[in-house]
């Protein structure tokens, strides 16, 4: 089973727990604001997108809108690909 992370703790990130909980290990969730850092989201820690670099994970699910500039954001600054 993937190590999953879900960048995103809005609607679509809860729908997408929804729909992939079962299928996917979703270790943690990640999001630009920082009033959710350290807090949970379903039982998962929301962390910080710089703590991503030296978590082991699969894959990221990006759940937002912004999905462009969250993509961006983690291959250009954080260099995860």
């Known amino acids: ?3 999953v992370i ?4 809005g609607e679509f990130a809860k729908n997408i727990y929804n729909q992939y909980k079962n299928d996917l290990n979703i270790i943690n969730f990640s999001d630009n604001n920082k009033d959710k850092h350290n807090t ?4 998962k820690l ?8 030296s978590m082991d994970f699969d894959e990221i699910i990006i759940a937002s809108s912004y999905s462009e500039e969250i ?10 690909d």
């Open 40 to 43: 949970l989201f379903f039982e």
């Open 1 to 3: 089973m993937k190590n």
């Open 6 to 9: 879900i960048f995103g703790t």
């Open 46 to 53: 929301v962390v910080a997108p710089k703590d991503l670099i």
């Open 71 to 80: 993509y961006q954001q983690l291959v250009e600054d954080l260099n995860l």
